[in-house]
T-cell receptor
């Protein structure tokens, strides 16, 4: 049981490049979310999913895209990276909404130059 | 809209002293409230959660929190802090009607002096 696995752990991108942050969980959790963490701002919700094939926007969705083709995977795509997207990204999953709390991955530190 | 305020950005306590971290929330109905801890370079670990029932909830690592509806607060406490408790602490709020929308505060960084 690996929990929530995020890859890569570190990434440097050039402005305008695209990439996908991977997130996988092996707990059969229905709910998955992506957050970004910036100094002094806590964690902000980017996108979330309540099940395979169902996604919705969070607080800061611009510049990001998601899809949920399987229960296990919830990748986050940066369409055209910008320096403002330099952040630490966390993926989280839950069995059924907030009832049992979210399990977080260890994060991806992204730098856009 | 739901929101969380953690008024203390940084707190320093001596090892063995008691600790209280403040959290105030805004939510239109009965909230789901959480405290998470983050060690440097790590993800977030759930300390405790409140949904209903007893307003004093016990968590891991000797932490507890008290829900006070009249004050819209959910403060985290520990009777005696250990050096290993140094970390950043986040309060979060959500609700049954917004299943995946967990809103976090900006965090409180705890420093423990020996």
């Amino acid at each position: 049981n690996a929990g929530v696995t995020q890859t890569p752990k570190f990434q440097v991108l050039k402005t305008g490049q695209s990439m996908t942050l991977q997130c996988a969980q092996d707990m059969n959790h229905e709910y998955m979310s992506w957050y970004r963490q910036d100094p002094g701002m806590g964690l902000r919700l980017i996108h979330y999913s309540v099940g395979a094939g169902i996604t919705d926007q969070g607080e800061v969705p611009n510049g990001y895209n998601v899809s949920r083709s399987t229960t296990e995977d919830f990748p986050l795509r940066l369409l055209s990276a910008a320096p403002s997207q330099t952040s630490v990204y966390f993926c989280a999953s839950s069995y059924s909404g907030l009832g049992r709390g979210y399990t977080f991955g260890s994060g991806t530190r992204l730098t856009v130059v | 809209a739901q929101s969380v305020t953690q008024p203390d950005i940084h707190i320093t306590v001596s090892e063995g002293a008691s600790l209280e971290l403040r959290c105030n929330y805004s939510y239109g109905a009965t909230p789901y409230l959480f405290w998470y801890v983050q060690s440097p370079g790590q993800g977030l670990q759930l300390l405790l959660k409140y949904f209903s029932g007893d307003t004093l909830v016990q968590g891991i690592k000797g932490f507890e929190a008290e829900f006070k509806r009249s004050q819209s607060s959910f403060n985290l406490r520990k009777p005696s802090v250990h050096w290993s408790d140094a970390a950043e602490y986040f309060c979060a709020v959500g609700g049954s009607g917004t299943a995946s929308k967990l809103t976090f505060g900006t965090g409180t960084r705890l420093q423990v002096t020996l």
